[in-house]
């Protein structure tokens, strides 16, 4: 964890700061930009055309879908890990606002995406402790609204508890057409991926990380999916970057395992179809003299992960950073005799903050990842 000082320094400047080429972070109850009405839906609504206030829970799942592995408690849905979701649509009109708790930590963001319009969403600030933030302003008419936490789990927990407008909720969007579940570490969280190396540490990971435009998201919405992202920064497979207890595999089987090991997550109530592993950039330290212990972790990860997704595609990415491991991982997966496991090398670059990889290069692991698994399970690239 970094430390309390530096927290506060970027807490307070965080607000002043432009974090993308696009959209500036937003705080607190700024006004929004409004968004036009959407073209009459595709489909036909379940509800009909009415306004008046209303407040949905956001344990409501009839109306509210949740992306991720999310915990739920009697007025709350857990976002717990980076890009973590919630999404809704309706008939909606004026500003939408949800409620919310930060659970303390560092500085937690969200981006807002409305009517899919993913170019122009909105990353905005939430405040500690509990809250309301107006997320967007709508015109009169049908729209579809998206919230994803940008921050990482090492970083910030929020309970959503509802979201309020003047309007009527439609059923919940649709399940993707795929369910990819990321299992990775600072580069799957897009750890910096708004700055340049120089940067400080603490700037990189409170405010210039973006799991929204990280190589996982990109892939997902490539590809219509639902993504389901385990990763954290500085973790490994054996060991992590600074902490020799952070290896991912301890807390895999968790649903908030970064926070509580005490909630086993359901696997066979949220089956995957893809599983996408990309670990081993933190594990450098066992390189030499402890090579074996690594790739004997990589294995029983592997086997471990098959038991609990039986009929899951398993790639293994790397590279991205480090080729120290590349030929060993290539080989290593060839050889378990899994039909439906296999790897992929990634371009390496270190451009971006505190020497992860830059915006253009995560465009470009998605499209490679899009492309294998459009070969592998048939599915369209859609975006």
Same mark, same amino acid.
């Given at each position: 964890?970094?430390?309390?000082?530096?927290?506060?320094?970027?807490?307070?400047?965080?607000?002043?700061?432009?974090?993308?080429?696009? %959209?500036?972070?937003?705080?607190?109850?700024?006004?929004?930009?409004?968004?036009?009405?959407?073209?009459?839906?595709?489909?036909?609504?379940?509800? *009909?055309?009415?306004?008046?206030?209303?407040?949905?829970?956001?344990?409501?799942?009839?109306?509210?879908?949740?992306?991720?592995?999310?915990?739920?408690?009697?007025?709350?849905?857990?976002?717990? &890990?980076?890009?973590?979701?919630?999404? @809704?649509?309706?008939?909606?009109?004026?500003?939408?606002?949800?409620?919310?708790?930060?659970?303390?930590?560092?500085?937690?963001?969200?981006?807002?995406?409305?009517?899919?319009?993913?170019?122009?969403?909105?990353?905005?600030?939430?405040?500690?402790?509990? !809250?309301?933030? $107006?997320? +967007?302003?709508?015109?009169?008419?049908?729209?579809?609204?998206?919230?994803?936490?940008?921050?990482?789990?090492?970083?910030?927990?929020?309970?959503?508890?509802?979201?309020?407008?003047?309007?009527?909720? !439609?059923?919940?969007? *649709?399940?993707?057409?795929?369910?990819?579940?990321?299992?990775?570490?600072?580069?799957?969280? =897009? +750890?910096?991926?708004?700055? %340049?190396?120089?940067?400080?540490?603490?700037?990189?990971?409170?405010?210039?990380?973006?799991?929204?435009?990280?190589?996982?998201?990109?892939?997902?919405?490539?590809? %219509? +999916?639902?993504? %389901?992202?385990?990763?954290?920064?500085?973790?490994?497979?054996?060991?992590?970057? /600074?902490?020799?207890?952070?290896?991912?595999?301890?807390?895999? /089987?968790?649903?908030?395992?970064? &926070?509580?090991?005490?909630?086993?997550?359901?696997?066979?109530?949220?089956?995957?179809?893809?599983?996408?592993?990309?670990? =081993?950039?933190? /594990?450098?330290?066992?390189?030499?003299?402890?090579?074996?212990? @690594?790739?004997?972790?990589?294995?029983?990860?592997?086997?471990? $992960?098959?038991?609990?997704?039986? /009929?899951?595609?398993?790639? &293994?990415?790397?590279?991205?950073?480090?080729?120290?491991?590349?030929? !060993?991982?290539?080989?290593?997966?060839? !050889?378990?005799?899994? +039909?439906?496991?296999?790897?992929?090398?990634?371009?390496?670059?270190?451009?971006?903050?505190?020497?992860?990889?830059?915006?253009?290069?995560?465009?470009?692991?998605?499209?490679?990842?899009?492309? *294998?698994?459009?070969?592998?399970?048939?599915?369209?690239?859609?975006?």
């Amino acid at each position: 964890m970094k430390n309390k000082k530096a927290a506060a320094v970027i807490a307070a400047v965080a607000a002043a700061v432009l974090l993308c080429s696009c %959209n500036p972070v937003q705080t607190g109850q700024t006004e929004m930009p409004t968004q036009t009405a959407t073209a009459a839906p595709e489909r036909t609504p379940a509800v *009909e055309e009415k306004y008046t206030m209303q407040t949905v829970s956001a344990i409501d799942k009839e109306h509210i879908k949740i992306t991720g592995r999310a915990d739920y408690g009697k007025d709350y849905a857990g976002l717990n &890990w980076s890009y973590a979701g919630a999404s @809704f649509r309706g008939y909606m009109e004026g500003d939408v606002t949800i409620s919310y708790t930060h659970m303390g930590g560092y500085s937690a963001y969200i981006r807002v995406v409305t009517d899919g319009k993913t170019e122009e969403s909105v990353k905005l600030e939430l405040k500690q402790g509990s !809250d309301t933030a $107006v997320i +967007a302003s709508v015109e009169k008419g049908y729209h579809e609204i998206s919230i994803y936490k940008t921050s990482e789990p090492g970083n910030s927990i929020i309970r959503l508890h509802s979201v309020s407008f003047s309007g009527n909720i !439609d059923l919940s969007p *649709e399940k993707g057409s795929l369910n990819i579940e990321f299992i990775g570490d600072s580069i799957t969280c =897009g +750890a910096g991926i708004l700055t %340049n190396e120089s940067s400080p540490k603490d700037e990189v990971y409170e405010r210039a990380g973006d799991a929204y435009l990280s190589f996982a998201a990109l892939t997902a919405r490539m590809l %219509n +999916a639902d993504a %389901n992202i385990v990763a954290a920064s500085g973790w490994g497979v054996v060991q992590g970057g /600074d902490n020799p207890a952070a290896n991912i595999p301890s807390i895999y /089987d968790f649903t908030n395992g970064m &926070w509580n090991n005490q909630e086993k997550w359901d696997f066979a109530a949220h089956k995957q179809d893809v599983v996408v592993i990309s670990l =081993g950039t933190n /594990d450098y330290q066992l390189a030499s003299e402890r090579r074996e212990e @690594f790739l004997s972790g990589v294995r029983e990860f592997i086997k471990h $992960v098959r038991e609990l997704n039986p /009929d899951a595609y398993i790639i &293994w990415t790397y590279g991205q950073i480090s080729k120290e491991y590349s030929k !060993d991982l290539a080989k290593l997966t060839a !050889d378990m005799g899994d +039909a439906k496991l296999s790897y992929l090398e990634m371009p390496a670059n270190s451009r971006a903050g505190w020497g992860h990889p830059d915006r253009a290069h995560h465009k470009q692991y998605a499209r490679l990842l899009a492309q *294998e698994i459009s070969r592998l399970t048939g599915t369209e690239i859609k975006r």
